[in-house]
């Protein structure tokens, strides 16, 4: 029986991340994935999403060229070549993905592992037995559906289904869900011309970001057509000449009707043949329990990512869990911090977001104060007619540090990553201002947010 020093089952970016970790710490790995590489990030969502939302920012940037000089005629868009292109995007990552495991002289198995002892997986399509000291898991997450009457329907499809819907443009798409993945994929379809209503049960769209942020988004989707129902809980899909949806609002009944339905409300653990029946693994609601090492309950299996309890279903939140757990398993301290985690969001313009916002910190008994920049202020925003949205930062008013980052503006998932350094190093607002920022940039406007901090009172 081959036997291995680490076997990875899974490889998303949590599982690829903990492979080339492990072989950079001298151990013997293996990776066993039973679909393409690359997990969901790079095959069914944030790499195709992306590439998606990249094509029709040109569409948008061209549609709107006459503003600057540029006058375009005959413009049309080229709905399957978009996703062929789309595809292309993918393929290329996956053989990059590939060849760098193969340069690694990481072992693959091609299959689904099943682990079957504490040091041994089965991989259940060749039936091969292999031995590992340790087990990472790293299988990932899938969409969940909703209990709703009618969600099997044709044209009611999750994340996957629309993301493989190649053929032809929904003419008047229904989302239900206001999260990250819903408003991506609203600001796809809105921009190919699709009818789009929101249908989001939490009281505002991103009910975990910033309001400001969520209050700004509504309002830039409501201008440019988007319908948003909040606090609507959808009751039941059916199906006439097109699909008509029920869902309470305020205690009304509403109704309304749709060419096709997306369901993005949330992702489920994915441990389908993972364990044999005698693998008492400590689970909750379907997600794997793990302590700050990433090690599950029993002492040489960890798990990482999305199939973990309490993960924050994001990829390099996964990429970051895996290089923690090879370090434990290694035998080396921790060297990544997964305290301070950056969000974006891909719309037009970009959020992210970073630390806690100042509702948050207020909450956790921080005096706060906090420095707003608006984007029309900033030369690069005007140049460039990105000239919407702001940038707000939070310190705490006591030690002057910066607690937590909002920004919703052009290369906000860029610049982010400044913030998140920030925090992670307990920066002071005198520290980030003493930092010269080149002009003209976006981030001078992290300047001016700094600057507008520094002279304002605690907000508590
Ligand atoms: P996964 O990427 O899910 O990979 C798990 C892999 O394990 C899969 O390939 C699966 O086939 C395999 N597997 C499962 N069980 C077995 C088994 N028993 N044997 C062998 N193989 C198995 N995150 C971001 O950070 N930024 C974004 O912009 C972003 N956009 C997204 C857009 C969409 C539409 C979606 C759906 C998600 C998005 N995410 C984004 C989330 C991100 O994709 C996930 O958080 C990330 O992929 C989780 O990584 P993972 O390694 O835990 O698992």
Redesign the pocket.
């Known amino acids: 029986m081959e036997s291995y020093d680490l076997v990875i089952?899974?490889?998303?970016?949590?599982?690829t991340a903990a492979a080339n970790k492990s072989v950079r710490m001298g151990l013997k790995t293996a990776i066993?994935?039973?679909?393409?590489f690359g997990?969901?990030?790079l095959n069914?969502?944030?790499i195709p999403?992306?590439s998606l939302l990249h094509s029709v920012k040109h569409y948008e940037a061209i549609k709107t060229s006459a503003d600057i000089g540029i006058t375009v005629t005959g413009l049309e868009f080229d709905f399957p070549r978009i996703h062929q292109r789309k595809n292309a995007v993918v393929e290329k990552l996956r053989n990059g993905l590939t060849q760098s495991i193969k340069r690694d002289k990481i072992k693959v198995y091609q299959?689904?592992?099943?682990i079957t002892g504490p040091h041994n997986i089965r991989i259940k399509e060749s039936n091969e037995e292999i031995r590992a000291e340790n087990i990472l898991i790293?299988?990932?997450?899938e969409?969940s559906l909703p209990p709703i009457p009618g969600i099997d329907l044709p044209n009611v499809m999750n994340?996957d289904g629309f993301?493989s819907r190649e053929d032809s443009l929904l003419s008047n798409v229904a989302i239900i869900g206001g999260g990250?993945?819903g408003v991506?994929f609203a600001t796809i379809l809105n921009a190919l011309g699709s009818q789009v209503t929101i249908l989001e049960a939490m009281n505002r769209l991103l009910p975990t970001m910033d309001k400001d942020i969520a209050q700004n988004l509504t309002m830039q989707f409501k201008k440019r057509g988007i319908v948003i129902h909040t606090g609507a809980m959808v009751e039941k899909i059916q199906k006439e000449n097109s699909l008509t949806y029920t869902f309470e609002k305020n205690g009304q009944k509403e109704t309304g009707t749709a060419a096709g339905i997306i369901v993005a409300i949330g992702?489920k653990a994915?441990t389908?043949?993972?364990f044999a029946d005698n693998i008492p693994i400590a689970m909750e609601r379907g997600f794997i329990i793990v302590d700050e090492n990433c090690r599950t309950n029993i002492k040489s299996i960890y798990a990482?990512?999305?199939?973990t309890k309490g993960s924050i279903?994001?990829?390099?939140?996964?990429s970051s869990m895996g290089i923690i757990a090879v370090e434990k398993i290694a035998g080396h301290p921790s060297s990544v911090n997964l305290g301070v985690v950056p969000g974006?969001v891909?719309t037009a313009p970009e959020i992210a977001t970073v630390g806690m916002t100042a509702a948050e910190a207020k909450a956790k008994g921080y005096a706060v104060k906090t420095g707003k920049s608006l984007m029309s202020a900033n030369g690069k925003s005007v140049v460039e007619e990105e000239d919407r949205g702001f940038i707000k930062l939070v310190f705490d008013t006591e030690s002057d540090r910066l607690l937590g980052a909002q920004m919703m503006c052009a290369r906000a998932t860029d610049m982010i990553a400044e913030m998140a350094t920030a925090i992670s190093h307990s920066l002071t607002a005198k520290e980030l201002a003493a930092i010269i920022r080149p002009h003209p940039t976006f981030c001078e406007a992290v300047t001016e947010a700094v600057e507008n901090a520094m002279v304002r009172q605690s907000i508590v």
């Open positions: 089952i899974g490889s998303g970016p949590g599982g066993v994935e039973n679909r393409e997990g969901t990030c069914r969502g944030c999403t992306k299959g689904t592992g099943t790293a299988t990932g997450s969409p994340s993301l990250v993945i991506e992702r994915h389908t043949s993972l990482i990512g999305d199939v279903q994001l990829a390099h939140y996964a974006c891909y």
